[in-house]
């Protein structure tokens, strides 16, 4: 075999095409305003610079002990929403994971690529694993698919939050890796991680960060939550002692949450903010103010959309076409590359 060159660990995309970005939503739990304000608005506000990547990813929920009606449903929620926010298929792939055979045959092919120790070595793994009496062999090896996923397009860049940082980097471990032995065939990827701003913390529990599968429905602003009960979630919100309004996510993370998320919603800076307000009582009303306003319209149109959901199904079958044709082929090269015979 002939290895071509091989690319940097910073490998830059080439300058025939634009930068290319990943991102995949899990359909466990409900997505929230810290989804919205740190992964999907920011693929709304991208796709004009960026080659765009957007997938559910409904392998990935089977990692752990799942109703598999829920998780069909919360597929169709989550495509519904990105759609309903702004996502547009005409200017950016937009597929579900299980509709695109050739992620979980790069999985396998990039297990073979990847030491057991990496693996097990994965903070997710060893955080999720003590909380299971059975753990799922998937629950292990997912990693390897979300580096499957992000190899077979191509991606330049991952946008992740801090906890899946170290999966990206198994991603470059193993493309790396992979075209090392076998020859090019992997872009290596990177990490890029949203603005601080757009951190958003548990409303019940401000250090810890707003999830959609461990929050209560008290502490996470959902993004199907009626007005009034976003605005109820904002004013019972734990706060910080004292009564000054003061951005200190050290020390004030109560109060510093409700600034970051005033901040995130109308494009402002947290420190700038927190001046122009009295009391505590004052910033929740801004804030629930501020939230509804931010998610009316994304209601609004998942409410259009979901009345009927056959364009939601032809968007999903159309853009699995667009990926299978571009999977396929990274697919072929893979296994060209790892010695595989050709059909």
């Given at each position: 075999m002939t290895t071509t060159a091989l690319p940097r660990r910073d490998d830059a995309p080439s300058a025939d095409r634009a930068t290319r970005r990943l991102t995949g939503f899990t359909p466990s739990g409900v997505l929230h305003l810290g989804n919205y304000l740190g992964a999907i608005r920011p693929i709304v506000d991208g796709v004009d610079d960026t080659d765009t990547v957007v997938f559910i990813s409904d392998l990935h929920a089977l990692t752990i002990e799942h109703d598999p009606a829920l998780v069909r449903r919360?597929?169709?929620?989550?495509?519904?929403?990105?759609?309903?926010?702004?996502?547009?298929?005409?200017?950016?792939?937009?597929?579900v994971q299980s509709h695109v055979p050739e992620h979980a045959e790069l999985h396998y092919l990039l297990e073979c690529a990847t030491g057991y120790g990496e693996a097990q070595r994965m903070i997710q793994f060893r955080e999720k694993s003590r909380r299971q009496e059975q753990i799922r062999v998937s629950l292990l090896t997912y990693p390897i698919l979300m580096a499957a996923d992000i190899l077979l397009y191509d991606a330049d860049e991952v946008p992740v939050g801090g906890d899946q940082s170290q999966h990206v980097e198994l991603a470059r471990d193993v493309a790396y890796r992979f075209n090392t032995r076998y020859g090019r065939t992997f872009v290596v990827p990177r990490?890029?991680?949203?603005?601080?701003?757009?951190?958003?913390?548990?409303?019940?529990?401000?250090?810890?960060?707003?999830?959609?599968?461990?929050s209560s429905a008290a502490g996470a602003l959902r993004l199907l939550d009626e007005p009034d009960a976003l605005r109820r979630k904002v004013m019972r919100a734990v706060t910080d002692t004292g009564t000054d309004v003061v951005y200190d996510p050290d020390h004030r993370p109560g109060v510093s949450n409700l600034l970051d998320i005033l901040a995130a919603c109308t494009a402002d800076d947290p420190r700038v903010l927190a001046p122009l307000f009295t009391s505590y009582g004052e910033l929740k009303r801004a804030v629930a103010d501020s939230v509804v306003a931010t998610l009316a319209p994304v209601r609004e149109?998942?409410?259009?959309?979901?009345?009927?959901?056959?364009?939601?199904r032809?968007?999903?079958?159309?853009?699995?076409?667009?990926?299978?044709?571009?999977?396929?082929?990274?697919?072929?090269?893979?296994?060209?590359?790892?010695?595989?015979?050709p059909a």
């Open positions: 919360r597929t169709v929620e989550f495509a519904t929403l990105l759609l309903a926010a702004g996502a547009d298929p005409d200017r950016c792939l937009f597929l990490a890029v991680h949203p603005p601080v701003a757009a951190r958003i913390m548990d409303l019940t529990s401000p250090t810890d960060k707003m999830s959609k599968s461990t149109r998942y409410a259009d959309l979901a009345a009927d959901p056959t364009y939601v032809d968007v999903l079958r159309a853009g699995a076409a667009r990926a299978r044709d571009l999977a396929g082929a990274k697919v072929r090269a893979a296994k060209e590359a790892i010695g595989l015979l």
